[in-house]
Nanobody
Framework: QVQLVESGGGLVQAGGSLRLSCAASGGTFSSYTMGWFRQAPGKEREFVAAISLSGSITDYADSVKGRFTISRDNAKNTVYLRMNSLKPDDTAVYYC??????????????????WGQGTQVTVSS
């Protein structure tokens, strides 16, 4: 059973930066496609970014492209989400997720089997 634990969320002013981390345990991290999703109050969970097994291929939602960077360190079993130029619209709970069944990057949350508990990101205006 894979366990994912996010950290790094918090309160930041608009224009600021945060780096989220997600530590994985209980599985073979390097064989999982990893992703980040977010969910704001009253809204559906939405795709943010995904990264391939080696980290060489990434995918981003249009709303974060150019501002967010996803990366992974397979030696540390950790995936990161660097968030720059944050906006109030980025306020949400951010979830780390793992897909053990496919090497292709997916944007649909049903494609991912394992989820972390989430970390709150709040961006003040």
């Amino acid at each position: 059973q894979v366990q994912l634990v996010e950290s790094g969320g918090g309160l930041v002013q608009a224009g600021g930066s945060l780096r989220l981390s997600c530590a994985a345990s209980g599985g073979t991290f390097s064989s999982y496609t990893m992703g980040w999703f977010r969910q704001a109050p009253g809204k559906e969970r939405e795709f943010v970014a995904a990264i391939s097994l080696s980290g060489s291929i990434t995918d981003y939602a249009d709303s974060v492209k150019g501002r967010f960077t996803i990366s992974r360190d397979n030696a540390k079993n950790t995936v990161y989400l660097r968030m720059n130029s944050l906006k109030p619209d980025d306020t949400a709970v951010y979830y780390c997720t793992a897909d053990p069944r496919s090497i292709w990057l997916k944007r649909n949350p049903v494609s991912y089997d394992y989820w972390g508990q989430g970390t709150q990101v709040t961006v003040s205006s």
